[in-house]
């Protein structure tokens, strides 16, 4: 199959006519997609059509890719995944209209899209759906949770399919018979596919759920019931509807559902399940068959006929003369009767021959004519195709409306989100009174640590002076047993002493005795000296009765030495026993006391560790706070800076160095647990605020880069509630490491300063300065252009007569005006500027004004710039325009671009000035003149063009029938290499001034006023 011939049925099968899809076109689409294995050719094709300006051609479009994606090649489903981004933008674009086919497009290409992904996802289902109940079995794999999946993606592509159905039938008027009108037959067409689809998705859903039934419990499954009723009465009804439209009775026989819903409790119930089945008539009974006129058949104008070439010698029209010339008859003179017979003969026979190339001849111009008719309704369809290009135009028109009436609803909601920012800073106090609530719970935390820390002290006191008054007692009674020890010592030798003084006494008694028995014998033994040794006898009785006297004071005195050692020992023992027990009971003391200070010291670990947790569990909240707020429909409209993103991201990264240490040092000594509290605190509000300003810059950036920008703060997010986690956790909190944390946050910075915007990077000090060379610099270069235009229009009067330099010394006398114009502008905008530095910077120098107002005098910058080049550009245009070799057109765009620059000066200058000031004015009057200056170039250009452009007449005089033919379609073929020309280069200046928007963005500071969001 040719593949041009598929190319021309799809053009065909999506055109802009409010008609139903011929059978016949999508037929051959159909069979095309089998031929090549692929759709590669349908969306060759597609891809340039205006689906996204045309909701007709998008609706039409939609019902030929639903028959290819049901009936095609399998390949399809594949090939056009690749489309699906296209798709997805598409259908958000037509959401956004309420009514009439954009909003039936966006529903049909929701409903497109879902299919596909239900495909890919099971791609043992074929596009048409259909499959036998072992198929459906192995699609599930004999898995329960498989089944369970698949029954729930049908629920949610039969919904699709059942939104379609409803919008189709809300958007018509069924009080009337829309079913045989053609563009009620245009909108009811697809619904044919729904219901083939619609009828499949039903049984198997059936089916899928008396599976799940005999597997699962009955409250399981109790949503899946609930949403299989919903959806059976919507298709019920549907169904109903649809059989009692004239269009469908004559296309389609759609079945009744049974009055009531299969009770899946019951498992008997499956046996009185009947599939409903969709029958399709034959196609000949067509209501497109009968009622449409097929104008391809009368004229073909797709394919051209090319006329046949005209332009023959009388040779090719009339033949060759024979060999014998007959009109010579100069050779007559001396003929026979018999040959001039033959002459005549001969002469007829020619005659009837030319009479047939006659005939041929008339027949060739017949069909040259024939050609000719065909190229006019050629032209005709031509014209026609113009027609559609102007009606696009004005459905183009229509959109831009469209999107005019959005952009000023837009406004209305920024001015409504301005009226809420009341409501935003009422937040912002409450999160403020938060926070002081907070910070007052962490005074509470650290005055309880501080009283702890002073009853810490204090027991440790108490323990010094109970171990000091240890130590005193252990002196005394070191001391005490040093003095029982030496008393003892003094009672044993005072006893030693005593008894060494009675044996003494015993030994002075025994020989006191051995005396007296010697003088006992001497008395016996010497009886004749008795009176003598009566004498001596009664003087050694009174010594006797001395010695008994002092031996019995000696014995008394021991006896009392006696006693006094047993008082004294008796004392020393029971004051051992006191000491002994004051030293017991000392010890008890201290045992208490030091028990006391091991629970006193628990006691304040666990008050450290709660402010710890505490601390850590409020850093929890915020960061989590911060990812919901990423998801909030609200945050949407919140926006911030590169800049601002990476100031946070750096304060992340240095607490999460003083987080780190804080650790450490906590993990070393658990006393130092305050400015652990402080540091966990501090990196959760950090982190949460980098996720937040993360997001809102997020909004302000391209979708590739804010795609990966949401990435990394939601994984930092992630990072930092897992190293809080562990946190937490007493055994995790050594190996709380917050490297990973730190490599988010350092992937976020990396991110935003490549966002970071590119333009004027310069010292604040050369602000002021620039500005002074910018405004010199400009004022030279309209200096320069006004003498370069002056020298042009003298050489042009030299060399140039007549309407040349008619038309030269107007376009140059009008951008002289310009230039004066121009000139004017510059010097009452340096006026206007200095006054406003004068009555702005105060007591500040005029460099450090410019240095305060950074982006005021960027713009300043950039508007000077714009208008210097736009001088020098037309100066240069002028030139070429003149001699000859340049186009009015450039000349006209540089005008314009002037007007634009000199507008972005004035009001880069407007900013700051008061709406009074007589220099203002000055300005306002100044810029007024350029706006009629460049309006006097552009006419003078546009008036100078017309008459060039009359002195160049066409003359066709002198040219064939072919030659002019041949210019002809020369002129065509140039006439659509310009028009498409035309098409790329407006796409080109689309993309180009986007580009300058976004450019001209980062260098004047747009949006980045503020540094925190909203």
């Known amino acids: 199959m040719d593949l041009s011939k598929i190319a021309v049925s799809i053009n065909k099968a999506i055109n802009t006519q409010e008609v139903a899809v011929k059978e016949k076109h999508a037929r051959?689409?159909?069979?095309?997609?089998?031929?090549?294995?692929?759709?590669?050719?349908?969306?060759?094709?597609?891809?340039?059509?205006?689906?996204?300006?045309?909701?007709?051609?998008?609706?039409?479009?939609?019902?030929?890719?639903?028959?290819?994606?049901?009936?095609?090649?399998?390949?399809?489903?594949?090939?056009?995944?690749?489309?699906?981004?296209?798709?997805?933008?598409?259908?958000?674009?037509?959401?956004?209209?309420?009514?009439?086919?954009?909003?039936?497009?966006?529903?049909?290409?929701?409903?497109?899209?879902?299919?596909?992904?239900?495909?890919?996802?099971?791609?043992?289902?074929?596009?048409?759906?259909?499959?036998?109940?072992?198929?459906?079995?192995?699609?599930?794999?004999?898995?329960?949770?498989?089944?369970?999946?698949?029954?729930?993606?049908?629920?949610?592509?039969?919904?699709?399919?059942?939104?379609?159905?409803?919008?189709?039938?809300?958007?018509?008027?069924?009080?009337?018979?829309?079913?045989?009108?053609?563009?009620?037959?245009?909108?009811?067409?697809?619904?044919?596919?729904?219901?083939?689809?619609?009828?499949?998705?039903?049984?198997?859903?059936?089916?899928?759920?008396?599976?799940?039934?005999?597997?699962?419990?009955?409250?399981?499954?109790?949503?899946?019931?609930?949403?299989?009723?919903?959806?059976?009465?919507?298709?019920?009804?549907?169904?109903?509807?649809?059989?009692?439209?004239?269009?469908?009775?004559?296309l389609i026989q759609i079945p009744q559902l049974p009055e009531n819903p299969p009770n899946f409790l019951r498992a008997s119930a499956l046996s009185e399940h009947i599939s409903p089945v969709v029958v399709i008539p034959a196609e000949s009974s067509s209501p497109e068959s009968e009622h449409v006129v097929e104008t391809d058949d009368l004229v073909d104008t797709d394919v051209p006929v090319l006329p046949a070439p005209v332009e023959t010698k009388f040779d090719d029209l009339f033949g060759t003369s024979a060999a014998i010339d007959p009109f010579n008859f100069n050779s007559q003179n001396g003929m026979r009767k018999d040959d001039k017979d033959r002459l005549i003969e001969q002469l007829t026979r020619e005659i009837q021959a030319l009479k047939e190339e006659l005939e041929s001849f008339r027949l060739e111009s017949g069909r040259l004519c024939q050609a000719l008719r065909g190229r006019v309704n050629e032209l005709e369809a031509e014209l026609a195709e113009q027609s559609h290009l102007r009606l696009q135009a004005v459905g183009e028109s229509e959109f831009l409306k469209a999107e005019l009436d959005d952009l000023r609803r837009v406004r209305e909601d920024t001015e409504k989100e301005q009226r809420s920012l009341t409501e935003i800073e009422r937040k912002a106090q409450a999160n403020e009174q938060r926070y002081t609530k907070l910070k007052e719970k962490y005074t509470e935390l650290v005055q309880s640590h501080a009283d702890l820390l002073r009853k810490n002290a204090e027991v440790t006191r108490q323990m010094t002076v109970a171990r000091a008054a240890q130590d005193e007692v252990e002196a005394v009674r070191k001391e005490m047993q040093e003095k029982v020890k030496a008393a003892q010592e003094a009672a044993d030798r005072q006893e030693r002493e005593q008894l060494e003084h009675l044996q003494e006494l015993q030994r002075e008694l025994v020989s006191s005795r051995a005396e007296l028995d010697s003088l006992k014998t001497s008395v016996a033994s010497s009886q004749q000296s008795s009176e003598v040794l009566g004498t001596q006898l009664a003087a050694l009785e009174s010594e006797k009765a001395e010695l008994v006297q002092s031996l019995s004071k000696v014995e008394a005195e021991l006896a009392a030495r006696g006693e006094e050692l047993e008082r004294v020992q008796s004392s020393l023992v029971t004051e051992r026993e006191s000491r002994v027990k004051s030293a017991e009971t000392l010890q008890n003391q201290l045992n208490e006391k030091e028990s006391r200070e091991q629970a006193l010291e628990s006691q304040l670990a666990a008050a450290r560790w709660a402010s710890l947790q505490g601390a850590v569990e409020e850093a929890e909240k915020i960061i989590q706070d911060s990812l919901a707020q990423i998801d909030d429909p609200a945050h949407i409209s919140c926006t911030s800076s590169a800049d601002y993103l990476a100031s946070r991201c750096q304060a992340s990264l240095e607490c999460m160095e003083r987080l780190n240490s804080t650790r450490v040092a906590f993990l070393a000594d658990n006393t130092g647990v305050s400015e652990l509290v402080r540091a966990v605190t501090q990196s959760g509000h950090l982190v949460g605020d980098t996720i937040v300003?993360?997001?809102?810059?997020?909004?302000?950036?391209?979708?590739?880069?804010?795609?990966?920008?949401?990435?990394?703060?939601?994984?930092?997010?992630?990072?930092?509630?897992?190293?809080?986690?562990?946190?937490?956790?007493?055994?995790?909190?050594?190996?709380?490491?917050?490297?990973?944390?730190?490599?988010?946050?350092?992937?976020?910075?990396?991110?935003?300063?490549?966002?970071?915007?590119?333009?004027?990077?310069?010292?604040?000090?050369?602000?002021?300065?620039?500005?002074?060379?910018?405004?010199?610099?400009?004022?030279?270069?309209?200096?320069?252009?006004?003498?370069?235009?002056?020298?042009?229009?003298?050489?042009?009067?030299?060399?140039?007569?007549?309407?040349?330099?008619?038309?030269?010394?107007?376009?140059?006398?009008?951008?002289?005006?310009?230039?004066?114009?121009?000139?004017?502008?510059?010097?009452?905008?340096?006026?206007?500027?200095?006054?406003?530095?004068?009555?702005?910077?105060?007591?500040?120098?005029?460099?450090?004004?410019?240095?305060?107002?950074?982006?005021?005098?960027?713009?300043?910058?950039?508007?000077?710039?714009?208008?210097?080049?736009?001088?020098?550009?037309?100066?240069?245009?002028?030139?070429?325009?003149?001699?000859?070799?340049?186009?009015?057109?450039?000349?006209?765009?540089?005008?314009?671009?002037?007007?634009?620059?000199?507008?972005?000066?004035?009001?880069?200058?407007?900013?700051?000035?008061?709406?009074?000031?007589?220099?203002?004015?000055?300005?306002q009057q100044a810029s007024r003149g350029v706006t009629q200056a460049t309006a006097a170039v552009v006419a003078s250009t546009k008036s100078g063009k017309s008459q060039i452009e009359e002195t160049d007449t066409m003359d066709f005089s002198s040219m064939t029938l072919t030659?002019?033919?041949?210019?002809?379609?020369?002129?065509?073929?140039?006439?659509?290499?310009?028009?498409?020309?035309?098409?790329?280069?407006?796409?080109?200046?689309?993309?180009?001034?986007?580009?300058?928007?976004?450019?001209?963005?980062?260098?004047?500071?747009?949006?980045?006023?503020?540094?925190?969001?909203?």
């Open 28 to 250: 051959t689409c159909i069979l095309g997609t089998h031929h090549e294995k692929g759709a590669h050719t349908f969306w060759a094709a597609v891809n340039r059509l205006p689906l996204s300006s045309n909701a007709v051609l998008c609706w039409k479009f939609c019902h030929v890719f639903h028959k290819l994606l049901r009936d095609g090649h399998p390949n399809v489903i594949k090939d056009s995944m690749r489309n699906k981004a296209d798709l997805t933008d598409m259908s958000r674009m037509w959401g956004h209209l309420s009514e009439g086919y954009g909003k039936l497009c966006s529903i049909y290409l929701k409903l497109l899209i879902t299919k596909m992904e239900f495909h890919i996802k099971n791609p043992r289902f074929p596009g048409n759906l259909q499959m036998s109940n072992r198929q459906l079995d192995e699609a599930g794999e004999n898995d329960v949770n498989n089944f369970f999946q698949l029954t729930v993606e049908m629920f949610d592509y039969l919904e699709c399919e059942l939104n379609l159905f409803l919008g189709v039938f809300s958007s018509l008027d069924m009080s009337r018979s829309v079913s045989v009108t053609a563009a009620g037959q245009c909108r009811l067409a697809p619904l044919i596919q729904v219901i083939l689809d619609c009828s499949h998705l039903y049984d198997y859903t059936v089916k899928l759920l008396f599976k799940l039934h005999s597997c699962l419990p009955a409250d399981t499954l109790q949503g899946h019931r609930d949403r299989f009723q919903e959806q059976f009465k919507k298709l019920k009804s549907l169904f109903y509807r649809s059989s009692n439209l004239q269009y469908f009775k004559r």
């Open 693 to 923: 300003q993360g997001s809102a810059t997020s909004h302000m950036v391209p979708v590739e880069q804010a795609d990966a920008l949401s990435e990394s703060v939601k994984v930092c997010g992630a990072e930092a509630l897992a190293l809080l986690g562990l946190m937490k956790q007493q055994d995790g909190l050594a190996a709380a490491d917050s490297g990973k944390l730190k490599a988010a946050l350092e992937a976020v910075l990396a991110t935003a300063e490549k966002l970071r915007p590119q333009g004027l990077e310069l010292q604040q000090g050369e602000l002021g300065d620039l500005v002074e060379q910018e405004m010199a610099a400009t004022s030279a270069a309209v200096e320069s252009a006004a003498a370069r235009i002056e020298e042009m229009l003298n050489n042009s009067r030299a060399v140039d007569t007549g309407i040349k330099m008619e038309v030269n010394e107007r376009i140059l006398a009008s951008c002289t005006e310009l230039m004066q114009a121009i000139k004017e502008l510059i010097l009452s905008s340096k006026d206007l500027q200095r006054d406003i530095v004068e009555s702005g910077r105060g007591a500040a120098s005029m460099k450090e004004f410019y240095a305060k107002n950074s982006r005021w005098t960027e713009g300043l910058i950039s508007a000077s710039k714009a208008v210097g080049w736009g001088a020098t550009v037309m100066v240069d245009a002028a030139d070429l325009v003149v001699q000859g070799k340049g186009k009015f057109e450039e000349l006209m765009v540089c005008s314009h671009e002037i007007a634009a620059s000199t507008a972005q000066l004035v009001a880069a200058s407007k900013v700051k000035a008061d709406k009074d000031s007589t220099k203002l004015h000055r300005l």
């Open 963 to 1014: 030659q002019i033919k041949r210019q002809e379609m020369d002129a065509q073929v140039l006439v659509l290499e310009l028009e498409t020309r035309l098409q790329k280069e407006r796409e080109r200046l689309g993309e180009l001034r986007k580009k300058h928007y976004e450019l001209a963005g980062v260098a004047e500071g747009w949006g980045e006023d503020e540094e925190g969001t909203g």
